[in-house]
């Protein structure tokens, strides 16, 4: 069973913030400005212990050599982590602009579709090159790292094929939340997300969402912009790099 249709019918519209710097990319795009890294340790020996201790390691990371091949792709990825023990995949820290996407970029969004006797159950996916920190006291900056993967899911009644629950996502199932498609607002057949900026957590409305004692919190606005692809890749067991 194709489930294309199905995908494409209930895929969300996301609401950004105004001030929002990263936009969802491809896993193609993110790869072109990634390099892959390995993972060696360092052992360093402290002559001024004389307790037997042949000293500590320590790991750092090296260009793998796997680079050389060229520019990395959904095509040669999966070789490359065969290939190559503890690879860790890295954003060029120099490449971050360029790989940050824009209002105007047709990006796709990722799905993936499993199936009960009574509900499809669809989870999209959506990649951002990077996560920008929180400001902490005006003091220090937390939370920022590479490969943001944000995501949305939904639950579709098999027989009547409609809409009877959203999942958003926010940080993870501890503060993410199921929500009747009664409570979210619709176009049509598709649920408005709202992102969080920086962090692009989903949320259904607008608002400022506390976390971690007033820390780190999340706001979305319903000012920004919607991005409306008509993209949506479904992954299933067929994905080269799945």
């Not at 609401?15 to 390995?38: G, Q």
């Not at 920190?133 to 003091?139: I, N």
């Not at 049509?188 to 608002?207: F, N």
């Amino acid at each position: 069973m194709t489930f294309q249709h199905l995908v494409d019918s209930f895929r969300p519209l996301l609401l950004f913030h105004p001030h929002e710097t990263y936009f969802p990319i491809s896993i193609d795009r993110y790869l072109r400005h990634s390099t892959l890294t390995e993972d060696v340790v360092v052992v360093e020996i402290d002559s001024r212990r004389g307790d037997g201790d042949d000293g500590r390691t320590k790991r750092r990371s090296s260009p793998s050599s796997f680079w050389n091949v060229g520019t990395l792709t959904t095509a040669n990825i999966c070789t490359a982590y065969t290939d190559a023990a503890a690879t860790t995949l890295r954003l060029k820290r120099s490449h971050r602009a360029r790989a940050a996407g824009s209002q105007s970029d047709d990006a796709p969004m990722y799905a993936r579709v499993s199936e009960t006797n009574s509900e499809f159950i669809i989870s999209y996916t959506f990649l951002y090159a990077f996560n920008e920190p929180y400001r902490v006291l005006r003091f220090w900056e937390v939370g920022a790292h590479d490969c943001d993967i944000e995501h949305v899911t939904m639950r579709i009644d098999r027989d009547t094929r409609e809409l009877t629950h959203v999942f958003f996502s926010a940080h993870g199932s501890a503060d993410g939340l199921w929500l009747d498609a009664s409570s979210v607002s619709r176009v049509g057949s598709r649920p408005l997300v709202y992102v969080a900026v920086g962090s692009h957590a989903t949320y259904p409305s607008a608002g400022t969402y506390v976390r971690i004692f007033g820390l780190a919190n999340d706001v979305t606005s319903a000012d920004g912009y919607i991005l409306d692809t008509n993209r949506v890749i479904v992954i299933d067991e067929q994905t080269e790099w799945n």
